[in-house]
């Protein structure tokens, strides 16, 4: 059976895939490296996470994870036998040549946010991945799984997020990688994804209509429809 390593995003614990590993699982053996900090581990070197392939493996990645699966495609190639990415990013903060991500302003506000009221920000990130058409199931589940994680976590997955830039090296990944993308999210923006389209040497790009950042949580059938299409 093929294997399948998914790496989970920003604020939330691996637990967010679990409809996805359900819809999987009869077909692959699905493995999710929590970082530390998120419920899995002791919480010294805070938000990171160490992953070292054995075999060739499918890796699966969210937003933050996405950019994990990235950096792995790049350490290990010969091991990686295709990406899937949600709602990724190759850089999550606007600078100079790049618009495509989140306003610096908007970025050091909700950083402050998390420093000043971590309950209130992350009540604030739930609404943001559910999307404005959020289901009562998905976003339940956004809820349900936002408060397990320590503010110094947090913090340093934000330090990641600002100092990630991956767009001078993702044109190097040579394995097939599928883009999938909401055009509703209000955290990482599509063009992003379109961009990614265009560097990746191997990729195709599939939109959904709606569903916000944690789109995977409201397609979550088509999506593992999808990632059969990579075996």
Same mark, same amino acid.
Request: proline share 6%; hydrophobic share 45%.
């Given at each position: 059976?093929?294997?399948?390593?998914?790496?989970?995003?920003?604020?939330?614990?691996?637990?967010?895939?679990?409809?996805?590993?359900?819809?999987?699982?009869?077909?692959?053996?699905? /493995?999710?490296?929590?970082?530390?900090?998120?419920?899995?581990?002791?919480? #010294? %070197?805070?938000?990171?996470?160490?992953?070292?392939? &054995?075999?060739?493996?499918?890796?699966? +990645?969210?937003?933050? !994870? @996405?950019?994990?699966?990235?950096?792995l495609s790049l350490q290990q190639p010969e =091991?990686?036998?295709?990406?899937? =990415?949600?709602?990724?990013?190759?850089?999550?903060?606007? &600078?100079? +040549?790049?618009?495509? +991500?989140?306003?610096?302003?908007?970025?050091?506000?909700?950083?402050? #946010?998390?420093?000043?009221?971590p309950v209130a920000a992350m009540q604030q990130?739930?609404?943001?991945?559910?999307?404005?058409?959020? $289901?009562?199931?998905?976003?339940? *589940?956004? %809820?349900?799984? %936002? +408060?397990?994680?320590?503010?110094?976590?947090?913090?340093? @997955?934000?330090? /990641?997020?600002?100092?990630?830039?991956?767009? $001078?090296?993702?044109?190097?990944?040579?394995?097939?990688?599928?883009?999938?993308?909401?055009? $509703?999210? *209000?955290?990482?923006?599509?063009?992003? %994804?379109?961009?990614? #389209?265009?560097? =990746?040497?191997?990729? *195709?790009?599939?939109?959904?209509?709606?569903? !916000?950042?944690?789109?995977?949580? &409201?397609?979550?059938?088509?999506?593992?429809?999808?990632? *059969?299409?990579?075996?």
């Amino acid at each position: 059976m093929r294997r399948v390593l998914m790496f989970h995003g920003w604020g939330f614990p691996a637990a967010i895939f679990s409809s996805l590993i359900d819809d999987l699982t009869p077909g692959f053996v699905v /493995e999710t490296p929590g970082r530390t900090g998120y419920g899995t581990r002791p919480e #010294q %070197s805070a938000g990171t996470i160490a992953v070292s392939l &054995q075999s060739p493996t499918l890796l699966i +990645g969210w937003s933050l !994870g @996405g950019q994990d699966a990235l950096k792995l495609s790049l350490q290990q190639p010969e =091991l990686v036998s295709g990406v899937v =990415l949600l709602a990724t990013t190759p850089c999550f903060v606007n &600078q100079p +040549g790049w618009n495509a +991500g989140m306003d610096q302003a908007v970025f050091d506000a909700f950083r402050q #946010q998390v420093i000043d009221d971590p309950v209130a920000a992350m009540q604030q990130f739930v609404r943001l991945n559910a999307g404005d058409r959020a $289901d009562r199931q998905s976003r339940a *589940r956004l %809820s349900e799984l %936002s +408060g397990g994680v320590a503010p110094s976590v947090l913090l340093n @997955g934000l330090d /990641e997020l600002e100092n990630t830039d991956l767009r $001078d090296s993702v044109s190097e990944i040579k394995a097939p990688v599928l883009i999938l993308h909401a055009v $509703d999210d *209000r955290i990482v923006p599509v063009a992003a %994804s379109y961009w990614l #389209q265009r560097n =990746l040497p191997n990729a *195709r790009l599939v939109e959904f209509p709606h569903g !916000g950042h944690a789109f995977f949580l &409201q397609h979550t059938n088509e999506i593992a429809d999808l990632v *059969r299409t990579m075996a």
